[in-house]
T-cell receptor
Framework: EPEVTQTPSHQVTQMGQEVILRCVPISNHLYFYWYRQILGQKVEFLVSFYNNEISEKSEIFDDQFSVERPDGSNFTLKIRSTKLEDSAMYFC???????????FGAGTRLSVL | AQKVTQAQTEISVVEKEDVTLDCVYETRDTTYYLFWYKQPPSGELVFLIRRNSFDEQNEISGRYSWNFQKSTSSFNFTITASQVVDSAVYFCALSVPWAGNMLTFGGGTRLMVKP
């Protein structure tokens, strides 16, 4: 069964460093998303991406964040200068069409020290 | 703006009991989609169901059933004869097509099923 793959499963970084979280969406899907979940809290939307551009972003997704689809299979989230409060689980998701089911990856736990 | 409320933060039941998880949503849109996801202790988010706003028919899938009532803006989830493997956090979510299809999640309900 096709699945969304995220790497690494756990990333530890120092405050102020740049991190790139990687995702391989389901191959025929066209819509891509990033969400985050601070420990013990609800899942929050960050950004949606379609046709090589951002279609929607939340207030959380400020200038420190960027997304890219560098090739036909990867979808990345970059945090330019990490802060302590960026520590969270980051989930990638994809859907075939916009209103379809979003399938989630297993997540990347980001720990900022 | 969209909002999803799961008033029950934690529920504890004994195996084989039935349990209902409540979900109340708010939106001004007439076209929207409702979802339930399960987050087991391993942390991933597992899709359970998707419902569109024009389909109020209740759905049953094995021990799981969902009750969608537009009149009360609720989309409740019932597990019949609960099992220990049902222990997880369950999230209700809402999306509207015009807002980038982003999912707005509720705060989640942690279900603990004891043997």
């Amino acid at each position: 069964e096709p699945e969304v793959t995220q790497t690494p499963s756990h990333q530890v970084t120092q405050m102020g460093q740049e991190v790139i979280l990687r995702c391989v969406p389901i191959s025929n899907h066209l819509y891509f998303y990033w969400y985050r979940q601070i420990l013990g809290q609800k899942v929050e939307f960050l950004v949606s991406f379609y046709n090589n551009e951002i279609s929607e972003k939340s207030e959380i997704f400020d200038d420190q964040f960027s997304v890219e689809r560098p090739d036909g299979s990867n979808f990345t989230l970059k945090i330019r200068s990490t802060k302590l409060e960026d520590s969270a689980m980051y989930f990638c998701a994809s859907s075939l069409r916009g209103a379809d089911i979003q399938y989630f990856g297993a997540g990347t736990r980001l720990s900022v020290l | 703006a969209q909002k999803v409320t799961q008033a029950q933060t934690e529920i504890s039941v004994v195996e084989k009991e039935d349990v209902t998880l409540d979900c109340v949503y708010e939106t001004r849109d007439t076209t929207y989609y409702l979802f339930w996801y399960k987050q087991p202790p391993s942390g991933e988010l597992v899709f359970l169901i998707r419902r569109n706003s024009f389909d109020e028919q209740n759905e049953i899938s094995g021990r799981y059933s969902w009750n969608f009532q537009k009149s009360t803006s609720s989309f409740n989830f019932t597990i019949t004869a609960s099992q220990v493997v049902d222990s997880a956090v369950y999230f209700c979510a809402l999306s509207v097509p015009w807002a980038g299809n982003m999912l707005t999640f509720g705060g989640g309900t942690r279900l603990m099923v004891k043997p």
